[in-house]
């Protein structure tokens, strides 16, 4: 039996990632190797700058970016953590801001392009119309891609102190945090009801907001595709051991079909943030995965929206093969039991044939002039080795 595999994991603690660190769930062909990262978002450079990994968990605008820049990620239909955002915008106890008088405001967040403050002000102009250029963005860290730019309203240079220090001093009326959110009564929510719209925001969207995906390596993905799709597999088996009540927001989603409309929904937010120079589509960003995921033999294809069921087949009516039989089958039946009905239709016959004669032409015509370009394209490429 071959070595399996080895890939360069990073993956955050979650109940769903305890299965493949514990060895609870494993494969003969594939073994993930953990780096252990602390806070996880300290792979994500590493990762889209020089593929640092085989396999990371990637912050969803980072991965975006990523691609909409031509960096080497392979994007996978894998979201391993996802949460509520409206709470994390947090502003001093004693000097409480309303939401709808922010406009102007200066709000502190740890980079522009992080997910948590891309969901904020995307909340934020859907339920208080701002606009992200509305605000003053004060930052810190730079974008994981480095082929990104800040929008202009985005200032930097924050020094020594941390988030919750430029609150207690006053010089931002506002600040985002993530998993670090302060415990106390020092910090109140900017949004009061910010749980209540969260629960209105899934029941309206069917997913919690996305924060951190799945991407693998483009060399890896390149030198061995099965081996991504094992790890794909291994994600989705470790989530299936999780229990989770029914009809809750679930942290973890798979599946092409299933994130193709919060793909979408998402890059309309980043383009209204100024995170993307161009529109990308659901198409374009699973493009890669795709592809890989497609090279199994036929019997082995699995469906986009449900990975792991195999694809249903169309009814065999509609099979070419099945009805040119049908129709020869028809044809000498009709000529055996009632040959005068085929001196009737024989105007059919002709027709056809004539339609053929009129579309052999233009067929020759476009493979000619279709063929000729390539012929040349090909002459001068291997002219040019």
Known sequence: MPEPTTLRTVLADYPHTKPLKNGEVTSPSVELDFTAVSPVHKAFAPMVRDEAYDLSELAVVTAL?????????????????SRFQRGCLIAHASRPVDPGELKGKRIGVRAFTQTTGMWVRAHLTEDFGLASRDIRWLTRD???????????FVE??????SLPDLLREGRIDATILGNDLPEGDEFVRVIPDAAARDEQWWREHG????????VAG???SRRDPDAVREAYDLLRRADATVERPDGAPSPTMFGFESLSGPIEL???ACLEQGLLPRRLDADEVFAPARQRRNRKTMSETTSAGAPGQTRKRKPFYQD????VLAGVVVGVLVGALAPSVGHHVDFLGDIFIHLIQMVVGLIIFCTVTTASPAC?????SAASR
């Open 266 to 268: 998402i890059v309309d």
């Open 142 to 152: 730079g974008a994981h891609v480095a082929e990104y730019e800040d929008p202009d």
């Open 376 to 380: 040349a394209t090909s002459a001068r």
């Open 218 to 220: 483009e060399s890896v």
């Open 156 to 161: 930097h240079g924050v020094g020594a102190a």
């Open 320 to 323: 070419l093969t099945f009805q």
């Open 65 to 81: 970016q990523a691609i909409a820049y031509g960096r080497p990620v392979v994007l996978l239909p894998a979201v391993v953590a």
């Open 207 to 214: 997913f919690m907001p996305v924060n951190h995906m799945v």
